[in-house]
């Protein structure tokens, strides 16, 4: 709103200032500020807000360390992580960039989903909360819009770069580096020299002309990384500061990527793919940057507010949505490597348990307890080292990540 607001000033009015506005780090750095004040100065008072209505966290007891000294603590505290992220997104992008679009619907969509899920806890007293099929509904509803409309939508475009004998320069001595914007289903390999990987190849062996139902393999896929990273961010979410701390380094690191992706410069540059409209990301990455380190105020050891489902799922979804959307999906295994490993732990352990169940007459374990986090704390850590070793984890990943854009 402020954006078309001061646009409109700095047209009619020649406002001094107001051309400040176009600039995507002015905007980002307004985005974070203002989130990050909303998180800790409002937050409080949601807090106690909840604290008044006694939605409490109800705590199994578990036989680890001061788990059951958590019961009552304030939960669905995701909600600050919501507001804190949409206000600042509402005041500051394009409303009509179609990547803000589908950032605010997958924000809403999952926060909802996470929301009944901690309500039916709460309020129901039903520890088993929303029903997972509605949960899985509500993802792969989710991964039907978003895998639609970057498939579909004309604004979601990729720019490939031009041959060196086809670069040239116009009247005006601006060079033409990039080709006109196309659609396409192209998206980054890590690691390797000729990085890219268009999902449309899978269709060329059938015959030509089936490119355009590329959609067919692209959309499963969109399905399947929404699911898998809102999860592996619900699994995480175990322990004071986890999930907050370890996606605000993922998110960050998304957001260059972002920047990098939506600045013709750069994209030359580190040769990745220029995409354009996609550097309004930024503004709404900032601000979810700004909404996770602001909540973190109040989630670090010990905790006086849990994020509850409503802000875990939330988390995950809007991980996911990026990743896709500046197409680094396939480095999500690197860089969200934490949730990977949470999620595996929890598979691992529950298919050896049914198997040695069945071969052996009684389930064995491969570790002390699942998720990961949970094993170091009956290994007897403390949570508040478990979650600094895991954010250094994170960052080690988030690094290496990077690293992919020169290291191929």
């Known amino acids: 709103m402020l954006y078309y607001l001061f646009e409109f000033l700095g047209k009619q009015y020649d406002l001094i200032g107001a051309g400040l506005f176009q600039y995507i780090t002015f905007r980002s750095a307004l985005a974070f500020i203002l989130s990050l004040l909303f998180s800790t100065i409002y937050g409080k008072q949601i807090i106690n807000y909840l604290q008044r209505k006694q939605v409490g966290e109800s705590i199994r007891d578990l036989g680890l360390d001061g788990q059951v000294e958590k019961a009552g603590t304030p939960t669905m505290g995701g909600v600050i992580i919501i507001l804190a992220t949409l206000i600042p997104v509402l005041l500051l992008s394009k409303l009509d960039n179609v990547y803000i679009i589908i950032l605010m619907v997958t924000t809403l969509w999952m926060g909802t989903i996470g929301f009944l899920d901690d309500y039916i806890k709460v309020f129901r007293r039903n520890k088993e909360g929303l029903k997972g099929r509605f949960k899985v509904l509500g993802q792969v509803t ?166 509850g489902d409503t802000g875990s799922l939330t988390i995950g979804g809007i991980i996911a949505v990026l990743a896709i959307s500046v197409r680094k999906e396939l480095l999500i295994p690197i860089l969200a490597g934490i949730f990977l490993i949470e999620n595996l732990s929890v598979v691992l352990q529950v298919g050896f348990f049914k198997y040695t169940k069945k071969k052996y007459g009684e389930g064995r374990r491969i570790f002390k307890m699942s998720p990961l986090h949970h094993h170091y704390q009956k290994m007897g850590y403390h949570e508040s080292k478990i979650v600094t070793r895991f954010w250094i984890v994170g960052i080690m990943l988030a690094v290496l990540t990077i690293v992919t854009l020169k290291l191929r």
């Open 142 to 307: 989710l991964g039907l819009f978003v895998g639609a409309m970057l498939f579909f939508h004309p604004d979601v475009t990729m720019k490939e770069k031009l041959p060196k004998k086809f670069q040239y320069e116009t009247e005006a001595g601006i060079p033409v580096l990039f080709g006109d914007a196309i659609k396409s289903t192209k998206t980054t390999i890590p690691f390797l020299k000729n990085n890219e990987l268009d999902y449309a190849v899978a269709f060329d062996w059938i015959g030509d002309g089936l490119r355009d139902y590329a959609w067919l393999l692209f959309i499963p896929v969109v399905i399947f990384i929404i699911t898998a990273v809102s999860n592996g961010a619900n699994l995480t979410d175990g322990i004071d500061g986890l999930a907050a701390g370890t996606s605000a380094i993922i998110v960050l690191t998304l957001g260059i990527f972002a920047w990098v992706s939506g600045n013709i410069i750069f994209a030359d540059y580190l040769d990745v793919m220029y995409i354009p409209n996609s550097g309004e990301m930024t503004i709404f990455i900032a601000a979810f940057v700004g909404a996770l380190v602001g909540f973190l105020w109040y989630n670090t050891y010990p905790a006086q507010v849990f994020m």
